[in-house]
């Protein structure tokens, strides 16, 4: 009889243990939970003020009153709070949003403040809320360019923006400041970066002298304004890339009343020679079929043959010019006076620059330019010296 006795007062001594649990899953703060939080920005740099917001959910079967919403921490000051001076109740299965202006506090750091309030019933709910405090500022350099700029000339500069933030940074704009210097465009607009992540801004960049050409970078965290500068010093000089054609081979053969000129053009530049075509400059005149002849794109290291008809006086320094542009658009034009008067002449006084408008030369007819010499037969020319590169503007 004893030992039923004490079965029995076992089972309802873990009974009232059982029970103890239950009464505690009956307060109304267990009922309450984060459906979300967030910071705007995401993080906050020291001084600047933010926007914490909570929302809390009721998963309870009636509603809860609510008072005292608060934040506990050291790495922020509460500047403002949402007008909660009275009782707040939220209704089951629904939620509601507390809003906290803070402002943030240094050094550097990522800190868990605590979210708490009161209920009608005197419980207080607790909620971990991780807040991160940081003084990295966008990263801003040049990651392209060329090292010496031709005058008057285009050329591609490129802007790296990098946000090595943990948020993300908005309305990023890159305003191009300078003297005696065409930048298009004049300012550019990146509407938000991403944490951690980066964007390529291309200017096109046209110096008529060397200068420092600065891109100023302004961009917000949440309200805040930043901003940072690059400097980027411009040096004029020839063009170290362009295309550079070298005529080799001539061969001069009479037709009668013009002369036939054949050769080889090789491309000895670190740059592709787009649209490239050939002809003669005056004194000499352009005519028959090959009035001027069309090689097309010619690439770095790459030879193509060309043949030009034409009638001159004076075969001692016949002017061949070479027209082509770069993969920007920019117009070149590479003059190569030749000594056809010998069977051993070369070519020598040559001459690059950059052009505007159209190059071209027109065809025209042998009348008045003189015949070739009586007795002239095929004479094979070799033109052995380079072209000496200047480059100019004829703007």
Known sequence: MKKRSAIISIILGLLM????????????????YVSSYTM????????????????????????????????????ITIDKKDSWNTMSYIAS???????????????DSSHFALFSIETKDGDIFHYPILITV????????????????????????????????????????????????????????????????SAVVPFTVTPSQAANLTFHISYQSGDIDHSTEVVLPINVGNDKTAALPVVNNVALTTKGSYYDLT??????????????TVTVGSPAQSTGTYAEYAIGSLASDDSRSFEVTFTAQDLTSVPLV???????????????KLNLGTASGSGSNSSVSRTSGNAGMGAGGPQGMGGAPPGMGSTSLFSGSKAVVSVRSTR
């Open 17 to 32: 243990i059982s029970a103890i649990p239950l009464a505690s899953a009956a307060t109304t703060s267990s009922m309450l």
């Open 40 to 75: 705007d920005p995401a993080v906050l740099y020291p001084y600047e003020q933010g926007t914490v917001s909570v929302t809390l959910g009721n998963s309870g079967n009636q509603s809860i009153g609510l008072s005292n919403p608060n934040l506990i921490s050291d790495t």
């Open 93 to 107: 299965g629904s939620t509601i949003t507390y809003s906290f202006l803070v402002s943030a506090n240094p050094p």
């Open 134 to 197: 940081d003084s990295t500022d966008l990263i801003a350099s040049i990651s392209d360019a060329p090292s010496v700029f031709p005058a008057e000339i285009e050329k591609t500069v490129n802007l790296s923006i990098v946000n090595p933030r943990a948020g993300k940074i908005d309305n990023i704009f890159v305003t191009a400041s300078d003297s005696g210097i065409k930048v298009s465009p004049s300012e550019k607009y990146v509407s938000s970066l991403d944490a951690q992540s």
């Open 263 to 276: 050769g080889d053009i090789t491309n000895t530049g670190i740059t592709d020679a787009k649209g490239l």
């Open 322 to 336: 070479m027209l082509w542009k770069d993969a920007e658009g920019n117009d070149y034009s590479l003059t190569k």
